[in-house]
């Protein structure tokens, strides 16, 4: 390999890598974001037990 | 919204800093382009120690004041480090073998205790999936391996070169030409940002997943009690 190809192969995987990285953080947060909402609504939805009414 | 702007503020300098680096900066006179990988190489490995020193205080933090928003800190750096340590090593590789005529050496103590450092951090995020908290451990583990490594270069004699800007007397009279060290600096600076939004990202799910964690723990336990109350009214009565 060249100096250059050194050099591609050093910036791609790094550059590349963060922004895979920050893709897939953004994507988990969405989805964790929604389940989130979700069982705060089916939580809400929920009716209430005997003893959670008093 | 803020922190999306910061994303795309950080972007924006990567590929600046990048454009730079790689185009504008004229090769080194000894190394030639293989030089350009220091600028990605350093960055990551600064914010490496970076994340594992946040990772340590916010440990410390934890165990100190028992409050969870220092703990998902911890584990933002943790993973944000892991990462940065990654590529630091690879860049250092790809480095290596142009100028040293090989890609690792394993008397180099700082290269070993890098390896170690990410050995030890990968370790406690497989940890941290376990119920049992390491928090603690960890921390203790970083506090005592960062210096470790920052110093090792100094501290023995290896095939790894001494610092070039980190130190004090060098400051003013830096031995790299300062068209490199605006390089390397620019990198610094876009990387931090980077690393400034990811913290934040990872900040953030990591209190989601603990709402989601807390909302199935209420909610098993609320399960059980309508369970309870369900075969409490159903027996006869007498």
Redesign the interface.
């Known amino acids: 390999m060249t100096d250059v190809e050194f050099v591609i192969a050093a910036y791609a995987v790094i550059l590349g890598g963060i922004g895979l990285y920050a893709a897939r953080l953004a994507r988990r947060l969405r989805i964790a974001r929604v389940t989130s909402l979700q069982i705060r609504r089916a939580a809400d939805a929920a009716p209430l037990a005997p003893d959670d009414r008093r | 919204m803020k922190t999306r702007a910061l ?1 795309f503020v950080a972007l924006a300098a ?1 590929i600046a800093a ?1 454009i730079y680096g ?1 185009f504008v900066v004229p090769a080194d006179l000894n190394q ?3 030089q ?2 220091m600028y ?2 350093v960055a ?1 490995a600064w914010l490496a120690y970076a994340s594992f020193g946040v990772t340590a205080l916010a440990g410390i933090g934890y165990l100190w004041r028992r409050d969870l928003r220092f703990d998902a800190v911890a584990l933002a750096g943790a993973e944000v480090g892991v ?1 940065f340590t ?2 630091a090593i ?2 250092g590789m ?2 290596g ?2 100028v040293w005529g090989v890609y690792w050496q394993w008397e180099d103590p700082r290269l070993t205790t890098t390896a170690l450092l990410l050995a030890l951090y990968v370790g406690y995020l497989l940890l941290r999936r376990l119920p049992d908290d390491p928090a603690r451990r960890a921390a203790r583990a970083a506090a005592v391996d960062i210096p470790i490594v920052h110093f090792s270069v100094l501290w023995w004699r290896g095939l790894h070169q001494g610092p070039t800007i980190g130190d004090p007397s060098k400051i003013l009279n830096p031995s790299a030409p300062l068209l490199f060290v605006a390089a390397l600096m620019a990198m610094v600076a876009a990387f931090t940002l ?1 690393w400034w ?2 913290m934040i ?2 900040y ?2 990591a209190r ?2 603990w ?2 964690e807390e ?2 723990r ?2 098993r336990i ?1 399960a059980a ?2 369970a309870v ?2 075969a409490t ?1 159903e027996e006869p009565a007498g």
């Open positions: 994303g990567v990048a790689l030639g382009d293989a350009r990988i990605v190489h990551s990462m990654a590529f690879w860049g790809m480095w073998k142009p980077v939004y990811l990202r990872r953030e799910l989601v997943e709402q989601i909302h199935g209420l909610g609320t009690r309508r109350a369900a009214s």
